[in-house]
């Protein structure tokens, strides 16, 4: 694993043992404390055999350490945590007042891990860079972590066509686009007297965007064959004497104020204030 450019490897597993006998042949015993006083958590008087610490920075495991946590016996063990596994001799055991917990993460998505433990005697010592994670039998176990660097995903690369290498990228691309909408954007009408009073400003008129254009623009039309013999039969318009009213001479035709329905509302308003008086 990659932090801040430097390959560290992580440990993969923590354990008690009573001695190097006992422990397994990937882990590595911490005999001592960082001052080079004795580890050993179980020495004490009329007790035989001891227990150390032991780690393992093995990469054949899919998990690693992501966090060390020190719980008292009442205490129940946090999501996500498992107790440290036990090499001990026959009838050895590890006080349980105290229970020390890893938290096992896949390597693959870790992005804080676990990279050392050292052990004081309590009260002693501060371990630059490190975190405390408790006090058990007298001494204070460190362990120092280290956040992974995540590779950041590089973007793909462009294809760009060859016939569209001319095709300007920089800001004067922006306003050629402006240019040609506005080429194809539909002349507005004119305005009638009921519409001339209306906000051209209101976003809902602006048809110099893309919406305003139909999808037919630019298609060429054809009348088709069939039809073309009925075409020869057809009657001018000019001869039905029939009178074609632009959208304009029906709205003014037909525009109507409202002056009775007016009148009418104000009257009611004046009774109503009358009889409240």
Not at 31 to 41: E, I, M, P, V
Not at 165 to 186: R, T, V, W, Y
Not at 212 to 234: C, T, Y
């Amino acid at each position: 694993m990659s932090t801040h450019g430097r390959s560290i490897l992580p440990l993969t597993g923590v354990a008690w043992t009573s001695n190097p006998q006992t422990c397994p042949k990937d882990y590595k015993v911490i005999s001592n404390t960082h001052d080079g006083s004795s580890a050993n958590f179980g020495k004490g008087f009329g007790i035989k055999s001891g227990y150390y610490l032991c780690y393992t920075m093995t990469t054949q495991t899919p998990t690693v350490v992501g966090d060390i946590q020190l719980i008292s016996e009442k205490e129940a063990i946090p999501h996500g945590y498992t107790y440290v596994s036990e090499f001990l001799e026959n009838k050895a055991s590890v006080s349980k007042k105290k229970r020390l917990c890893v938290k096992p993460v896949p390597a693959s998505c870790a992005d804080v891990i676990v990279v050392d433990i050292k052990v004081t005697v309590k009260s002693k010592m501060i371990i630059p860079h490190y975190t405390c994670v408790g006090d058990f039998n007298g001494y204070v176990i460190w362990c120092k972590k280290e956040r992974v660097a995540i590779a950041k995903p590089l973007p793909k690369p462009r294809n760009i066509h060859v016939n569209m290498k001319d095709l300007a990228i920089d800001g004067n691309s922006s306003s050629m686009q402006e240019q040609s909408s506005n080429d194809f954007a539909p002349t507005a009408p004119p305005l009638t007297n009921r519409r001339s009073g209306l906000e051209l400003k209101d976003p809902i008129y602006n048809t110099s965007g893309i919406y305003g254009i139909s999808a037919m623009d630019g298609v060429p039309f054809a009348l088709h064959p069939k039809f073309e013999r009925h075409s020869n039969n057809s009657v001018a318009v000019s001869n039905l004497n029939m009178q074609i009213k632009s959208l304009v001479d029906i709205e003014n035709e037909y525009d109507y104020s409202f002056v009775v329905e007016k009148t009418a509302a104000g009257g009611s308003v004046v009774r109503s204030m009358v009889e409240s008086s």
